[in-house]
């Protein structure tokens, strides 16, 4: 099916009006899906200054709205997950984005489409204004403050959570360890009689170090024929440097010499 374009201003100053692409929702039979049949109207090209307010009650002339689902792009449905925090990992889907409006009735999807011969809807009003410019970044970053008491406790909480977690994984290591599997292996662990070392770069060189000294003791001299021959040739040639030293310590002494009879 074509999508059906619907008109929408964002006030009555607006002249030239912005178009959103609409139509009924529906999947292959057997495939898996969040969106009810017959009551979602999938939407397209929602502009950034849009929300979810804002398509409610777009839409809330042609019948009661359930629920409105934006996301970046249409894709593979998938529940809406709970945030886990209020501070931390918040997503949001800059530019313009798409949206799944599930009515209660299946009557309001096909009202919805009627919309496409009408004049230009109107998003913001005066009881519900939709904030642009700089009354936009004005409420955003107030929306940014947090409240530092909030902030703290959910911190402390997620801190308790996580040292029970660890708590309980180094409980299980102790109670595993030295305890072969069904196949036999046994399962080392850095909580063990030997501790394995921290990677880190200076552990590292520190191994590095260590073992360089200890090839060096273990090196033998003298094992190969080619170690031979070059420590001959490193014998003859401290030979003969030492030789030339004293030609020439004699015959500087040989100058020297003078009679002295008394």
């Keep these: 099916l074509s999508h059906l374009a619907i008109p929408v201003k964002l006030s009555k100053k607006q002249q030239s009006p912005h178009f959103l692409y609409v139509k009924e929702h529906k999947v292959r039979e057997g495939t898996n899906t969040t969106h009810p049949a017959n009551r979602t109207?999938?939407?397209?090209?929602?502009?950034?200054?849009?929300?979810?307010?804002?398509?409610?009650?777009?839409?809330?002339?042609?019948?009661?709205?359930?629920?409105?689902?934006?996301?970046?792009?249409?894709?593979?449905?998938?529940?809406?997950?709970?945030?886990?925090?209020?501070?931390?990992?918040?997503?949001?889907?800059?530019?313009?984005?798409?949206?799944?409006?599930?009515?209660?009735?299946?009557?309001?999807?096909?009202?919805?489409?009627?919309?496409?011969?009408?004049?230009?809807?109107?998003?913001?009003?005066e009881n519900h204004p939709v904030k642009t410019g700089i009354h936009k970044w004005i409420a955003s970053y107030a929306a940014s403050l947090v409240d530092q008491a909030e902030l703290k406790a959910e911190v402390d909480t997620f801190m308790q959570t996580y040292d029970q977690k660890i708590a309980e994984e180094?409980?299980?290591?102790?109670?595993?360890?030295?305890?072969?599997?069904?196949?036999?292996?046994?399962?080392?662990?850095?909580?063990?009689?030997?501790?394995?070392?921290?990677r880190t770069e200076a552990a590292s060189l520190r191994v590095?170090?260590?073992?360089?000294?200890?090839?060096?003791?273990?090196?033998?001299?003298?094992?190969?024929?080619?170690?031979?021959?070059?420590?001959?040739?490193e014998n003859i040639a401290q030979l003969r440097k030492k030789f030339e030293e004293d030609k020439q310590r004699i015959a500087l002494m040989r100058a020297q010499r003078k009679f002295r009879p008394y």
């Design 41 to 125: 109207l999938f939407v397209l090209n929602i502009p950034p200054y849009c929300t979810k307010a804002c398509l409610s009650r777009l839409f809330s002339c042609c019948s009661s709205v359930q629920s409105v689902v934006m996301c970046e792009k249409p894709g593979p449905e998938e529940k809406p997950k709970t945030p886990k925090s209020k501070f931390f990992n918040l997503k949001t889907v800059p530019g313009f984005r798409v949206a799944y409006v599930v009515f209660k009735n299946p009557a309001g999807v096909q009202a919805a489409k009627s919309l496409s011969l009408q004049g230009p809807l109107e998003l913001s009003s």
């Design 170 to 198: 180094e409980a299980k290591a102790e109670e595993e360890e030295g305890i072969p599997d069904k196949e036999g292996w046994v399962k080392v662990t850095r909580k063990g009689r030997r501790p394995g070392l921290p």
């Design 208 to 233: 590095l170090e260590r073992e360089k000294r200890k090839r060096a003791r273990k090196e033998l001299l003298n094992f190969y024929a080619w170690q031979h021959r070059e420590t001959k040739r």
